[in-house]
Each structure stands twice: as C-alpha cells, then as structure tokens.
C-alpha cells in the first residue's frame, strides 16, 4: 500500500513538473502563448497589423477635380481659359480651367482611363475633330455651372497648339495619374497594358494614325 502511493506521488510529481515546464515554455513564446491563449486574438492582430502596412504603403489618389492644378504646375505656360462667369455666383470662377475641363470631357463625358497616353490623344483628337467622336455641347463640361459654353473657345485653344505642346500635355497629364495612383510606367506604344482584361481593349494606333493630330 505504502508502495502504491509513493508510486502515485512520485507520478504526480513528475507531471507536474512536466506540465509546469511546458507553461513555462509557452509562455516565454510571443507568438506561440498568443496563438494557444488566444487564437481571435492573434488575427485581430495581424488583420490590423496588415491594414496598418497597407495603410502606409498605399500611395495617395488624386481626385478629378483637383488633377488640373498638378498638371498645370508642369505647365505654367499653358491656357488657363478660366475667364467664365459662373451661374451661381455671378462672378468669374477662377477654377473652371481649361485642363479642367478637358480632363473631366476625358474621364466623365468618355469614360476613359486617365493613365494612357493613346487615350488621351484619342480625347485631342476629338477637340480637333479628327475622330468621329466630336464634342457636343449638351453633355460638355461647364455648360450646366457657366453662364456661356466654353466649348467653342476650348476647342480653338487646343486647335492652336503645336505638336510639341500636344505631346508635353498629354505627357503631363498621364504623369498627374500615374504618380498619383501607383499606377506605374506608361505602357509603350502597341504594349497591351497590364490590368485592363475586363475592360473592352481600346485598339492600338496604326501607321498613319499619327496623322490625325499633326499641326
């Protein structure tokens, strides 16, 4: 008997120290005591440790509204065409530019992506009455909030840039979005560019496309 229970002594003993060393061990581990103390813990951890990093590595998106500053920032020189008197206030609103206007024509009335340069030519080219798609006055920005359609005189404006003006625009304008969005280098011409699948391929230029928006 005495035997017996020196037996089970000597058995409890031993796992208890096995089992105090084992708690021990865990909890010495950050990650292991987190993941067998708490398991809803730990995700909720890393969740918010993940939305931290992508918080901070996120770069920066440029609104519409705000685009035309940046580019003309690049190009100091170029056409303001920002003397139009607004129908809500009565006075001349200084903000309602021309690459204003152009870049929500561009993005809003079109529907086109802002980071491609052939798109942007594709948008010239319609100002310079090129393509099919010409300009409408109903639909063209600024005819709802400026007592006179700009359209006319925007149109002359971009009719009386050179080629070299054109291409510094269109460089400006796409370097406004990409830097602004991670959106990466401008694909070269005939580059299939990258994440676009869902969206309807816009065709590539063909020879003599570059034509339509020579001077």
Do not use: C
């Not at 005939?190 to 020879?207: A, H, L, T, V, Y």
């Amino acid at each position: 008997m005495n035997r017996l229970k020196q037996g089970l002594s000597f058995l409890f003993v031993t796992l208890s120290v096995a089992i105090f060393t084992l708690l021990s061990w865990v909890l010495e581990s950050g990650e292991l005591s987190m993941s067998a103390l708490e398991p809803s813990l730990l995700r909720s951890s890393e969740s918010a440790s993940v939305q931290r990093v992508a918080q901070q590595s996120a770069p920066p998106q440029v609104r519409v509204q705000d685009a035309w500053k940046l580019v003309y920032e690049k190009l100091p020189d170029f056409p303001i065409e920002n003397n139009y008197i607004s129908k809500e206030t009565g006075k001349v609103d200084p903000t309602n530019t021309l690459v204003g206007r152009l870049i929500r024509y561009h993005v809003f009335v079109k529907g086109r992506p802002p980071n491609y340069r052939f798109d942007w030519k594709l948008s010239l080219a319609d100002y310079l009455g090129a393509t099919p798609d010409y300009l409408v006055e109903s639909v063209y920005p600024g005819k709802d909030v400026l007592r006179s359609n700009p359209i006319e005189q925007d149109r002359a404006a971009i009719q009386r840039l050179n080629r070299a003006q054109r291409d510094a625009l269109v460089q400006a304008l796409v370097d406004v979005f990409t830097e602004n969005s991670g959106g990466g280098r401008t694909p070269a011409t005939g580059e299939k560019p990258q994440g676009r699948s869902n969206s309807p391929e816009i065709p590539q230029p063909q020879p003599g496309d570059a034509k339509l928006l020579a001077p």
